[in-house]
């Protein structure tokens, strides 16, 4: 029986509020490692957003690269995509700099898309979707017309269907037989849930995309969204390895998919993840945070040290409240990360709830908050805004 393992969403050099989360990310490595190496796992599979960042610092470059390093010694098969926080120009780099043979990395639409890997008795096919912007959709278009002069004619044009060109990308072109298929996409598709941690991603014209269309392939290994969703009996989010923020999960999850060597299917077992460091959000009144806290189980010794959000309600001003939670919750082996105070007095000028709402607000979230304020004629944000705004992050994320 031929095993692989289904990841995404890794976020590798990832900090929340300041507070690095590499720790964490070594803990799920050497978990996914022993797993591999227990398991006899052949392939390993991280659908995207590998990084936190699309210039990610050295720690986190050199932590993927040794972990690879290790898959491979385990003679375990890497298999990556880009994500909407990765740079096709550096996952490009390494992918021409790694052995063909030992690892794929599908990183753009106008480059090599499908890639057989033969293990034991059993030849896998893997297509590969990586994240892409409505601008990187167009070059494939150009690229993919049938004549110069039509192309010339549609360098200035919109394309013309989105999803029949994502139809065109997904239909496999491979001479060669294969066993299975497995299709790996970062990006929205069918009926997703946010975990609320995701950046918001746009395509003009679709919600989201309609992974039906993209033709009959035996498992659909999807990333981007932070949490483990099931769209059909093969296809799946399998949810970042470890909670992103405060308002995930705790409790994540991955797919081993087996190749049966009796019937010819594959088979999905669905696994549950340790929670390698516990998260707290505490949220309390002044005169009860404390008592509140004293409810808490200490975290074991044997764990990484917890972290917390404390979200406290003043009814007037307290300098020393702050030390007091600090204290008390580092008896419990629990580091406050990020302290909210909300005063009473404030009502006047936005409720409790609002405060709330607004503070638990990504970027993108946020933007829209504010174009829809400055043009309250407007019930949304037109996609065209909303895509120069990622456009932005991205820009202001490779400086």
Not at 188 to 202: A, T
Not at 307 to 323: G, H, W
Request: charged fraction near 25%; proline fraction near 4%.
């Amino acid at each position: 029986m031929v095993k692989l393992i289904h990841t995404s969403d890794w976020h590798l050099g990832k900090k929340l509020h300041r507070f690095s989360r590499r720790d964490d990310q070594i803990a799920a490595m050497n978990f996914f490692l022993k797993v591999v190496k227990d398991e006899n796992i052949k392939v390993f599979i991280i659908a995207g957003d590998l990084f936190d960042q699309f210039r990610p610092d050295y720690v986190a470059l050199n932590d993927l690269l040794s972990f690879l390093k290790q898959l491979i010694e385990l003679n375990c098969y890497p298999v990556l995509i880009t994500g909407n926080h990765d740079s096709i120009h550096l996952l490009g780099a390494l992918n021409s700099y790694l052995k063909k043979d030992q690892i794929t990395i599908f990183h753009d639409l106008i480059s090599e898309n499908e890639k057989i890997i033969q293990i034991n008795n059993k030849r896998i096919l893997f297509k590969g979707l990586p994240y892409f912007r409505e601008n990187q959709l167009h070059e494939y278009y150009l690229k993919n017309t049938i004549t110069k002069e039509v192309q010339c004619e549609a360098e200035s044009t919109a394309i013309p269907d989105v999803e029949e060109l994502l139809i065109q990308y997904s239909k496999i072109k491979c001479p060669e037989e294969y066993d299975y298929s497995i299709f790996i996409g970062h990006h929205l598709f069918s009926r997703f849930e946010l975990s609320g941690s995701e950046d918001s991603v746009f395509l003009s014209g679709i919600d989201s995309i309609n992974f039906k269309s993209l033709g009959q392939f035996d498992y659909f290994a999807f990333g981007h969204i932070h949490k483990y969703q099931k769209l059909e009996e093969n296809a799946f989010y399998s949810g970042s390895p470890i909670p992103i923020n405060f308002g995930e999960p705790q409790q994540k999850y991955y797919n081993i998919i087996q190749a049966s060597e009796k019937n010819g299917c594959l088979q999905i077992v669905k696994c549950d993840l340790p929670q390698f460091r516990p998260l707290f959000y505490i949220k309390a009144q002044s005169d009860k945070i404390l008592k509140k806290i004293e409810s808490i189980p200490k975290v074991s010794i044997g764990n990484l040290e917890g972290i917390a959000e404390i979200m406290v309600t003043l009814k007037e001003p307290d300098p020393t409240l702050q030390d007091q939670i600090k204290a008390a919750l580092l008896k419990k082996n629990i580091q406050v990360i990020n302290y909210i105070p909300y005063l009473e007095s404030d009502e006047s000028f936005y409720s409790q709830a609002e405060f709330e709402r607004i503070y638990s607000l990504n970027i993108d979230s946020l933007f829209q908050e504010y174009f829809l304020s400055k043009y309250p004629e407007i019930n949304e944000v037109p996609t065209k805004y909303l895509q120069k705004f990622q456009d932005l992050k991205q820009g202001l994320d490779e400086v």
